[in-house]
Each structure stands twice: as structure tokens, then as C-alpha cells.
């Protein structure tokens, strides 16, 4: 019973792999489009590499048309639907159309990472501890896969990489990586942990054009410290200003912004001194002000749509209580903003307890060092004095490369997404950075970082080309016996974000970036231009407007477009709806699996988290998730089920679950159980349900 | 040890879930405290200073109600006459104190319950209030709180073998484990009628432990080669679930053991088998239940409102006491009646607005008098005239009555001090 509650195939599944389907004939296309050189050589190389090393993929069909010849008859019979599903397409990776090239030359790339390669040598020397052993290509394969692109690699993307003898293999394929529609969605989902990105906060309007304007930022490849300064002095409404939505992620609490501004931003250990003197770091709550004085005349306060409404409706003979909701949207989503009150300004508070100011006077704004010789460093070379531009002068400082700790900082948090760990933690506090493992190390990484403009994916194919990160993993470390030297990173448990997005490779190879969230267009009905906004202007507008026109607001207004530029939603399946994360509402629903998963509630910054718990293993067992990679169209699985023999079978989920092939000992086992009845499908189950598949080495 | 104390990261966060993992559900293999013993627990409750105090520790169970949206005072637990009276008359019960006319049956129970009519805080904002109801802390971007259940599980221990410690009926777990391990999480289920989320009874069948017996095979050679805190997290989850699908505890979660008189005197709806669900839990040894009742933010249209929610309320809070009492239950298991603020004295025959200044909850069992009026409000019932008590005074009270110490500081990963109820008072006096 149970059994075919959870592996009876579903028609619905069937319409996914076919909604999945153009993505592919998207990345055949891609190859003779592309004009990146490095990705189309790579690809071309593969591309001949293909036959002799990949039998099982002559029953898969690396053409088309071959493959769904021998498939059709039984197809037929199955479901009529299914029947134009072909056999499956080879799975690789997509470049994004518009990916921008790499800057650096690769042999820039492997002199900066043989230096990072050295610092940690010689930190691991003096502490008389030797580096671990290279990774397999297995092991190398499925790690930078998840740590670049956000996923596992596809059977075929395993079976390519493990048959490519190029002596330059690993680098080629981390550029491949870095210029990945991948990429971008891997980016985006450690960018909104960070921020705490949520579709809306309070009752203000969607943050959709902030989200949008983000993945632009990871699309352009833009340097970070130009998109931190951006956030900083956005000013404006939401709806035609994106980069507004980091100031009004607090709305009416420029305080608390303030506070995580700087903690995300530079590491100051600032928390506590918003109330009080920090008991232990160096900030004293009248430096938290000063700081805070900078954002004095900033408004963020949240709209009461409500009340906009309310007026409207008591005022006007167009308007009664029925349109209470529509106007209230209406109103949200144009009110939303970053709003200048030239009189506005910071007062210390009422109580304030210290004597080196009094509650409620002013505060002059001044920008703290942590050193007595920053104030020498470029960075503090800034008019302060400006009260029209006092938010500029903070931003200028904060993103100013020569800013004693905005560099490290970002490195640091890069290091920790792709080691594990930072090379100084908490990455919340770089107050004092002889704390970290590695001082040399950090100091040069927040070098790298100036080197590179603040260039995010240069700076990651750096880490990604060092033998440091090509190591083998330890296991948590007890940081109580000393530091960790990085003999190689960490062993860690996939993200939530990961785990789903490796599920819908499982489910639909490398299709699963063919749906893109496109939420700012369909806002376009409600938005009022014009800069200062009146009761009477939304009046009009209400007047104007289409039932219609609101269903971009909707929560599940989730308004898709193709990567080949169509509007079509991703298919849905038990509910779900099988797009990646970052094309997902923000944050899911607590009942979703990537909220039992651990994809933070984005309530605090780097919040997600990796433990495990008893609802979420019921999930793991149980849960619909396991319905969508144990359906018999399922790609991983219905590859499998195309090898001729069972070993093949075997082999080929080894591959697209774990990214290596079983060993004889594991082969024989599964071979046994299928003998005693275990079927296919429940192979799915069992890999799944493996701590190798969710954790990365 | 100050390096761990500031730290708010992935590693010191593992540590901390470390130090917590004895006092949590299942984890018994994990080593022992490294360094420090600073959060070793369960705590020794008899080292506390308060335990000699009236009431301490006499709540083996709490069960803890949640009204989100505002519960009006003045239209429930703390009748007015003159402007600020509502649509409902007052009613006497024979504990000598009065309810309204919306509550019948409630009146019937008000000798074995105790209302707290002095309640004030200041966060009129329904998001706010009810984060600062649950965890008795004002909301921050930079750390989250624990509800009371994680905090009694941290200090008391697990309060089942296989069953979790925390429940959640009518909503998700929205951090009840605040910056304690995820394995603190209250364990939630969003319809009493369905139970346990992907629980479906064959998950526990031979079949789903012969793949699992496949699965820990094909896994070995990984576990052996990593033999990493987490990984062991994991292999123990997995145990504790098929443990937990195979116990016979799991028939608590199923409410068609009950009679259909019973279900039908708690109420046919989630609250009210909410509440019918949180007893069967109670009896088999979950300590803290917390269930949700929506819908009672009333600006308009309150005492049509007030007769359909009300009576959702008082048909279950009245069965739930009466049924505990029956039962023997209700002298070890602490009943709190929890919203987020109050509601304005103010009636213009619609609704009323948002009063967090003075509102009202009641503790019924647990050691708390029976019968019992703690506090009192002014005329209008717009402020506390008599013993105010805040939202940290509420959690302190429960607390104590929990056995758990509250001057003790626990440390939470970001470096900072936290304890039950924000270092505030509890009230003895309505304890026996």
C-alpha cells in the first residue's frame, strides 16, 4: 500500500519533465551561441570525450531523436502524455547566456591561490600539523558543485569530468561553474540568508524589485563594495528603487538596520552597544550613536496602508469598504520608501546613562576606528560634516577599500560558505583580528579582495583553485583544543537550499534553471509614477484599476519567465513547485522543505541552519520530497531504469545521488536487496536517506 | 572560554548545541561537556534558591493557550459596567469573582481557576506582542528567544524517551527553541485531526526499516571515514524517528481513542481539539503543549465575533480544566491562557483597538489557587490598579511553578546573558 502511495508515477510528473524539456534544447543552443571561449573550449572537449567513456549513456541517448525512438512504443502505452517525453537528453551544465567573461588568466589565478596554498602551510608548519591528502575527483566534483553551483552534478556532468584526462580539468570546470546560470542562484541564496531577505516585512510593500535588483547585481557580477554602497545611500521608493529594500528590511528601526549594517558589513561586534556600553568589545553606546547619526535624517518608517485607505474611503464618494483591500495595496506598494527628512535628526535617548553625553541631545555623527592609526587609512578621508550628504560620507567610508575591515570581512564570509569555517569566527566579530586561526592568512585574503575590485567570483575561483580547498574534509573540529589551521575544509551538511535544489537535479537534471521568478512586471499595473506621492494620486489610480491589475500581489503571484524568455510557470507537483530556491517566495512556508531543512527564516542575518531534528528525518522518510525523485519520470531514476542491466542501474543512481560509482561490496548489497524485492524506485529512497548524500565532503 | 562566549558562529554554535545536547530529546551519545560546564544540564533543581518558595516545581505539565490577535479583557475575563462595557453582561461564578456572558461555561470551572486581571506590557504590535507573550523578551534582529517549553527542557532534561519534550498544535515551531538546539523545537502539528506530519503508519513498517537497514549498510564506509558530531546528530535522529514510529506512544496523537461526547464537549474545530490533544499528550508525558486559537484581533464586528470565538474558547478551556480535574491531572499540570495585549476600554458598539496597558490570563492547575482573582484593573479596565504584573512576572511565575531556577544565566551563542522571564519576579501569591 504504503509503496505505491509513495512511487506511483504521477501524470503531473510526467507534464514537469516535459515543461523541463526546452532547458535542454536551451543548452544545446547555448554551445553554439556562447561567445565565452574558456566554457565553449571546455564544453567541446567534453563533447568528444563523450562516447567511449560513457557507455551506459548510449541506452540514454546522447541525441535526442535516438533515444525517444526506442522509447516511444512503451511510453505510448503508459501515458499518452509522456509519450513525447524522449529518452533522456544528456544533462550538463547551462552557461548563462549573458555571462561575463573571467578576468583573470588562469595562471594569475593559480599564483594567487598557490599563495594561499603557502600562508596555510606555514601556519599548519608551526603548529607541527601536516595538510590532508587531495580529493578524488569524486570528492572534488560534487563539492565545488555544490559550493558553486548550489547543487549536485548530474550523472553526466560526474561521468564527463571523471573521463576528462585534461591535467587542467579542475579549473576549467570551476570556471565552467562560475559562469553558470547556476551560479547566480547559489549566490543569491547565501546573499539572502546574509540579508534576511523576505518577500515582505510588516506590512510594507513586496521587496520583489529588492530581490530582483540583487540577482541583477550577481548576474552583472558587480563589485561588492559598489552594491553595499548602493544599499546605503539608495534613496526613493521600493517599487522603482530595489536597492532601497536593504534600509527598509527595518522599517521605522534605522537603529537595529544600523546595527546589522555593521556587523554584516565589517564584523564590528556593535550588538550590544545599541542599548549599552559593550561589556566586552570596544563599543561604547555613544560610538553606536555617532554611527547611527549618520542615517539621522533618514526615514524608513512603514506606511499604514491602512490608514491611507481608510481616508481615501471617508473621503471620496468613488470608494467604500470593499475597497479597502485594494486601496491598502495600492498605497503599500507606492508608499514604500527611503524617505529624507532634511529636519530630522538623531537624539541620544531618554536613557541614556553615561556621562559623555546627555539624553536627548543631538549627536554628531563620527565614524569609529578600531585602531588609533585607521584614521590615516584613505578610507577616513571623508567630509563627515555635510548634513546633506552625511549618508554618502558613511557609505564612502564603509565600501572604501582601504576601510580597516570591509574587505576581510567579505572574504572571511566567503572563505566560511566554501571551507566551513572562517578563517576567523564568528564572522560577526572581527573586532580583534589576531583572534583569527590564520592572521597572515585573513590579512591576505582581504588583500585578494582590493586585488580583485571587490569582484566576488574571482575571489571564489581563487579559493576554488587552491589545494587547500582541493583537500580532503576533517570532521567538526574541537576548537577548544586551539584553532583550526585548514589542513583541508570542513565535512558539512548540505543547506537547505542545496539538498532542494539537488533534489530537482534528481528530479530534472539540469533543467532545473529553466524557470526564472519574475515578480517586478507584474507590480507594473499598481505603480504610480511621479516622486512625492498624494492621497489623490492613488485615488486616481485606484479609479484606473483592473481587478487583474492586483495579481501580482497575491501570495502566490509567483510570476515565472523561461531562461528562452517565455512566461510559463514551473510545474507543480503535491503542491510543490519545482523551481530552485532562489526562485522560490522568501522564505518558504515553515512547512516546506526548505524551512525543515534549515533555510533561515530570514529573521537574523545567517540564520539557516544545518541540524537535524525528528519532524525533519519524518520528512526525509516520509515526505513529498522523496515522491518527486522516487516518480518513475524522474530523471536520475528513469536514466537508471534505462541501463540494461541491474549493475548499470546500480551505477547510474550511484552517480547522479552520490557522484561516484558504487564499489563492489555496496553493488553486491543493492544487488541482493533487489534480488529479495527492494525495487528500484526505493533505491532512490535509500540514497536519499544516507548521511553521505547529505553531507559534503 | 571568552572566545566561546563571543561566539555566535558555526563551530561555537555546534559547541553550544554540544553543552545543551544532554538535556535534549534522544541525543545520549554525544560526548561529554568540553571545557566548560557552564550549561551542563539538566540543572539540579534543589540547588535553586527559590525551591523552597511556595508552588515550585509543582507543574509536571504546562499547557500553554495561545490567543493571537488580542484577547479583549474586558469582554471575557474582566467585566466592566458603564462605557467600557461590552456587548455582554457580567455573570457571577461561584468563586465570588464575575466573567461575561460570552463564557458560560468557563463560569462553571472559575473555582479551579485563577485570573490574572493586572497583566501590562507596552507592544501594542501583533507580531511584537506575541513574540514578547511567548518568550518573555522584546524582539531583536540580532537573537532569538526561547519559548517557555525549551527553556524547562534545557533545564529539566527530556520528559520522554521517545516522545519530544515540546508540542505545537495549530502552528509551526516559529523558533520555540530560540538560540537553543534545534532539537528544542517543539514538535509541531498543524491539525489535531491529522497528527504527526509525515507520520503516515506504514512509515514505521518493515518495509521502510528494511530500506533503512540498506541505507545505514551502504552508509558505512562514510560514517567510519567521518566519524563527525553531526553525522552521529543524524544516525541518532533517524533512530529516535523509527523509534518514535514504532512506539505506542504514537496512539497519543490519534484523538479517535476518544469518545465522541468528549470530542463534542471540547468543540469540533482545531482549538478546541487542539486542546482535547494537548490532555492525551499530557498523560503520556509531553511536558509543554502549546496550542494556537486565531482570529481574535477584534476591530469590527465584536460581539458577533466574540459569540462564535468565544465560545470556541469556552467550550475548550472549560472541557480541558473540568476533564484534567476529572482526570486527576490538573493539581501537576499548569494551564496558562496567553494572548498578545488586551483590547481598549473604548466601545463604539463595533470593535475595539489594540490595549496592551492592562489585559488579562488565567493559570488554572499547576499549584495555583483555585478560584483565585490575582491583580486588578482600574474602572475602565484601560490600566493595572492593584499589582501589576508584566509579561516577564507571567513567565517567572510559570517558571517557578515549572522548577526551573531563575536567576540562573544561561549564555546564549552570541555572547549574551538570558534567563526565565527576563530576570523578573515571580508572583507567589497565587500559589497554593
Not at chain 1, 524551512?595 to 525533519?616: L, N, W
Request: with cysteine; hydrophobic share 40%.
Amino acid at each position: 500500500m504504503k509503496k505505491q502511495l509513495l512511487f506511483r508515477p504521477l501524470l503531473v510528473l510526467s507534464a514537469f519533465l516535459l515543461c523541463f524539456g526546452p532547458a535542454q534544447a536551451q543548452n544545446r543552443k547555448n554551445k553554439v551561441t556562447n561567445r565565452v571561449m574558456q566554457a565553449q573550449r571546455r564544453q567541446r572537449m567534453q563533447e568528444m570525450q563523450r562516447p567511449q567513456a560513457q557507455p551506459q549513456n548510449q541506452a540514454g541517448g546522447n541525441r535526442r531523436g535516438n533515444g525517444s525512438k526506442n522509447r516511444r512504443g512503451r511510453r505510448d502505452e503508459a501515458t499518452p502524455t509522456s509519450a513525447r517525453i524522449s529518452a533522456p537528453v544528456k544533462q550538463v551544465l547551462t552557461v548563462a547566456p549573458d555571462a561575463l567573461p573571467l578576468v583573470q588568466s588562469t595562471l594569475k589565478v593559480a599564483d594567487a591561490a598557490a599563495k594561499i596554498d603557502a600562508l596555510v602551510l606555514e601556519r599548519l608548519g608551526e603548529a607541527k600539523q601536516k595538510p590532508n591528502a587531495l580529493t578524488s575527483d569524486e570528492q572534488f566534483l560534487r563539492r565545488v558543485y555544490l559550493d558553486a553551483a548550489g547543487r549536485i552534478p548530474t550523472r553526466d556532468e560526474v561521468t564527463d569530468f571523471l573521463s576528462n584526462s585534461a591535467p587542467d580539468k579542475r579549473a576549467q570546470i570551476i570556471d565552467a561553474l562560475l559562469l553558470s546560470q547556476d551560479y547566480r542562484s547559489q549566490s543569491f541564496n547565501w546573499l539572502a540568508d546574509m540579508l534576511r531577505v523576505k518577500d515582505r516585512i510588516n506590512k510594507g510593500g513586496p521587496t520583489f524589485t529588492y530581490q530582483e535588483w540583487l540577482k541583477e547585481r550577481i548576474t552583472k557580477n558587480s563589485p561588492w563594495n559598489e552594491t553595499v554602497y548602493k544599499m546605503m545611500t539608495a534613496e526613493g521608493r521600493l517599487i522603482t528603487n530595489g536597492a532601497a529594500g536593504y534600509l527598509l528590511r527595518d522599517p521605522g528601526m534605522p537603529l537595529d538596520n544600523l546595527s546589522g549594517t555593521l556587523t554584516t558589513f565589517l564584523g564590528a561586534n556593535v550588538a550590544c552597544a545599541q542599548c549599552h556600553d559593550h561589556p566586552l568589545a570596544p563599543w561604547t553606546q555613544k560610538q553606536f550613536y555617532e554611527m547611527a547619526a549618520f542615517f539621522g535624517d533618514v526615514d524608513t518608517s512603514v506606511v499604514k496602508g491602512n490608514g491611507i485607505a481608510k481616508r481615501i474611503i471617508k473621503q471620496s464618494d468613488s470608494f467604500d469598504e470593499k475597497d479597502k483591500k485594494m486601496l491598502v495595496a495600492l498605497a503599500t506598494v507606492n508608499a514604500s520608501a527611503v524617505k529624507i527628512v532634511p529636519r530630522k535628526k538623531l537624539a541620544f535617548p531618554k536613557d541614556y546613562k553615561y556621562d559623555n553625553a546627555k539624553p536627548g541631545e543631538l549627536v554628531h555623527p563620527a565614524l569609529f576606528t578600531w585602531d588609533e592609526s585607521d584614521k590615516k587609512s584613505a578610507a577616513y578621508n571623508v567630509d563627515t560634516n555635510d548634513p546633506d550628504k552625511r549618508r554618502q560620507a558613511f557609505a564612502t567610508w564603509l565600501t572604501n577599500p582601504d576601510n580597516p575591515r570591509f574587505a576581510v570581512a567579505i572574504a572571511n564570509r566567503l572563505w566560511q560558505k566554501n571551507f566551513g569555517l572562517a578563517v576567523q569566527e564568528p564572522i560577526s566579530d572581527l573586532d580583534d583580528l589576531n583572534k583569527a586561526s590564520n592572521p597572515q592568512l585573513l590579512v591576505h585574503l582581504g588583500a585578494e579582495m582590493k586585488r580583485l575590485n571587490f569582484d566576488l567570483r574571482e575571489f571564489q575561483r581563487v579559493l576554488f583553485n587552491s589545494k587547500t580547498y582541493q583537500r580532503q574534509a576533517n570532521i567538526t573540529p574541537d576548537l577548544s583544543k586551539g584553532p583550526y589551521l585548514f589542513p583541508g575544509p570542513l565535512l558539512r551538511r548540505m543547506t537547505a537550499e542545496q539538498a532542494w535544489d539537488s533534489v530537482l537535479t534528481l528530479a530534472a537534471g539540469s533543467g532545473l534553471n529553466y524557470y526564472q521568478l519574475k515578480r517586478v512586471e507584474a507590480l507594473q499595473p499598481l505603480v504610480i509614477a511621479g516622486d512625492e506621492l498624494s492621497l489623490k494620486m492613488i485615488e486616481d489610480k485606484a479609479k484606473s484599476l483592473k481587478p487583474q491589475d492586483l495579481k501580482g500581489l497575491g501570495p502566490n503571484a509567483l510570476n515565472y519567465e523561461t531562461i528562452d524568455g517565455k512566461k510559463a510557470p514551473p510545474p507543480r507537483f503535491v503542491g510543490m513547485i519545482l523551481a530552485r530556491a532562489s526562485e522560490l517566495e522568501q522564505p518558504s512556508k515553515e512547512s516546506h522543505f526548505l524551512r525543515m531543512f534549515g533555510e533561515s527564516d530570514r529573521e537574523i542575518a545567517d540564520d539557516s541552519s544545518r541540524e537535524g531534528g525528528i519532524p525533519q528525518v519524518l520528512m526525509l522518510m516520509n515526505g513529498d520530497v522523496q515522491r518527486v525523485i522516487g516518480n518513475s519520470d524522474a530523471l536520475a531514476l528513469k536514466s537508471a531504469a534505462l541501463q540494461p542491466t541491474k549493475e548499470r542501474q546500480i551505477e547510474s543512481l550511484y552517480l547522479s545521488f552520490l557522484g561516484r560509482m558504487p564499489n563492489a561490496s555496496e553493488k553486491t548489497k543493492v544487488l541482493n536487496a533487489l534480488t529479495q524485492g527492494l525495487e528500484l524506485p526505493e533505491l532512490t529512497w535509500v540514497l536519499f536517506n544516507t548521511r553521505e548524500f547529505i553531507f559534503v565532503q | 572560554m571568552s572566545h566561546q562566549m563571543n561566539a555566535k558562529d558555526s563551530v561555537s554554535r555546534r559547541a553550544f548545541v554540544e553543552r545543551c545536547a544532554r538535556a535534549a530529546f534522544g541525543l545520549s551519545i554525544l560526548p561529554l561537556v568540553k571545557g566548560s560546564a557552564a550549561l551542563a544540564a539538566p540543572q539540579n533543581a534543589a540547588a535553586n534558591s527559590n525551591a523552597a518558595l511556595p508552588g515550585f516545581g509543582r507543574a509536571k505539565n504546562i499547557i500553554w493557550l495561545r490567543l493571537s490577535g488580542g484577547l479583549s479583557h474586558i469582554d471575557t475575563f474582566d467585566p466592566k459596567t458603564g462605557e467600557a462595557q461590552g456587548p455582554a453582561k457580567a455573570v457571577g461564578t461561584k468563586a465570588g469573582f464575575q466573567l461575561t456572558e460570552f463564557l458560560p461555561k468557563t463560569v462553571g470551572v472559575a473555582d479551579k481557576i485563577c485570573v490574572i486581571r493586572s497583566m501590562t506590557a507596552k507592544v501594542g504590535v501583533h507580531a511584537q506582542a506575541a513574540y514578547l507573550m511567548r518568550t518573555a523578551y522584546e524582539q531583536r534582529g540580532t537573537v532569538v528567544h526561547p519559548a517557555m517549553g525549551a527553556w524547562c527542557q534545557h533545564y529539566l532534561g527530556p520528559s520522554h524517551q521517545t516522545l519530544p519534550s515540546s508540542v505545537c498544535i495549530n502552528q509551526p515551531s516559529r523558533h520555540g527553541n530560540g538560540f537553543f538546539p534545534a532539537t528544542y523545537s517543539p514538535l509541531p502539528i498543524l491539525d489535531p485531526e491529522e497528527g504527526l506530519q509525515n507520520s503516515a503508519a506504514a512509515s514505521g513498517s518493515e518495509r521502510t526499516a528494511a530500506r533503512l537497514s540498506l541505507a545505514n549498510e551502504l552508509d558505512q564506509d562514510f560514517r567510519q571515514h567521518f566519524p563527525d558530531e553531526n553525522v552521529k546528530a543524524y544516525n541518532d535522529f533517524y533512530d529516535n524517528t523509527l523509534r518514535l514510529m514504532r512506539s505506542s506512544e504514537l496512539k497519543a496523537f490519534d484523538l479517535s481513542n476518544e469518545t465522541e461526547k468528549l470530542r463534542d464537549d471540547y468543540g469540533r474545530n482545531k482549538f478546541g481539539q487542539g486542546c482535547l490533544l494537548a490532555r492525551r499528550l499530557v498523560q503520556v508525558g509531553v511536558r509543554f503543549i502549546e496550542v494556537e486559537s486565531g482570529g481574535w484581533d477584534m476591530h469590527d464586528d465584536l460581539e458577533d465575533r466574540m459569540t462564535d470565538k468565544g465560545n470556541e474558547f469556552d467550550s475548550a478551556f472549560a472541557a480541558l480544566v473540568a476533564d484534567l480535574d476529572a482526570q486527576g491531572l490538573l493539581d501537576t499540570t499548569l494551564v496558562a491562557v496567553t494572548t498578545e495585549f488586551g483590547r481598549k476600554p473604548n466601545f463604539d458598539g463595533g470593535g475595539r483597538g489594540h490595549h496592551p496597558i492592562c489585559f488579562s490570563t488565567v493559570l488554572a492547575g499547576g499549584g495555583v489557587k483555585r478560584g483565585h482573582v490575582h491583580g486588578a484593573s482600574n474602572a475602565t479596565g484601560y490600566e493595572p490598579a492593584d499589582k501589576p504584573m508584566t509579561i516577564g512576572s507571567f513567565h517567572a511565575t510559570i517558571g517557578h511553578a515549572a522548577g526551573l531556577p531563575l536567576t540562573k544565566e544561561v549564555v546564549s551563542p552570541s555572547g549574551r546573558p538570558f534567563t526565565v522571564g527576563n530576570k523578573a519576579q515571580p508572583a507567589l501569591e497565587v500559589f497554593a
